[in-house]
């Protein structure tokens, strides 16, 4: 009889771990997101895990590394991409669910002073030696930042300052250390900040048309649908609103 109780336990310990083991990978989504998403989808994910339980680990970066990583199979479960353009071609390779595609906000830019608030005039000033935007052939922040650089008439004069950021956020850190005088930051990375800036006209450059898909790899399409979900939902979006999107 004991043997036999002790048969039915362990046999129920297998079971309960693997369970738990199930349970464990249901809990946790994967997500790749454009650098600056950092402080909005960070509180998201936060508020997303209180409500559901689902665990959201973020890799942030460069829309358009993201989209060459998950073109090769990168094991992401969502992406919220800087541009809408990168979420077609994944779509068109067949790397992204088509109906999973939501437009979910606008992006702003603006100029950030290391020391003092700046216009684009500004950085036209001899003393200002370096301005670093991030590089607009893999970030849809850079590609803007140049774009109202052109629009100025400015940037053929002040191209030898430019300093490239492998993507936005690390672009903001350049001027937050000191290491460059001025640059075209995503209007999201500065609410966090004390150093002056200046948000430039969107019309100076194209949309800024912030959006999401989920990998046609994943197997968590169920629980990136929520993740999904919750971006466009009124809590999502009013996070969103608070750094500085504009919305849908």
């Known amino acids: 009889m004991n043997r036999h109780l002790i048969f039915l336990l362990l046999a129920l310990l297998i079971m309960l771990s693997g369970c738990s083991q199930e349970k464990s990978e249901k809990e946790m989504i994967y997500v790749a997101a454009a650098s600056d998403l950092y402080h909005a989808l960070t509180e998201i994910g936060d508020e997303f895990t209180k409500e559901t339980g689902i665990e959201v680990e973020f890799t942030f970066g460069s829309t358009g590394l993201l989209t060459q990583q998950i073109q090769e199979g990168a094991p992401f479960d969502l992406f919220a991409a800087a541009q809408e353009s990168y979420i077609d071609k994944l779509i068109d390779n067949n790397a992204v669910v088509t109906d999973s595609k939501k437009y979910y906000a606008s992006g702003r830019i603006a100029i950030l002073g290391s020391g003092s608030k700046m216009n684009m005039d500004d950085l036209l000033n001899p003393d200002v030696t370096s301005i670093t935007i991030a590089n607009p052939e893999h970030a849809p922040y850079g590609k803007a930042a140049k774009e109202a650089l052109e629009s100025a008439g400015i940037w053929e004069e002040i191209e030898p300052k430019i300093v490239y950021a492998e993507n936005i956020r690390q672009a903001f850190q350049y001027v ?70 504009d919305l849908p």
């Open 176 to 245: 937050e250390s000191g290491n460059a005088d001025a640059g075209i930051i995503a209007y999201a990375l500065l609410q966090k900040t004390d150093l002056p800036f200046e948000l430039i006209n969107p019309k100076a450059h194209s949309p800024i048309r912030q959006t999401l898909g989920i990998p046609v790899q994943s197997d968590k399409k169920e629980e990136s649908n929520r993740f999904s979900e919750f971006i466009l939902s009124k809590q999502g979006q009013e996070i969103l609103t608070k750094y500085g999107f």
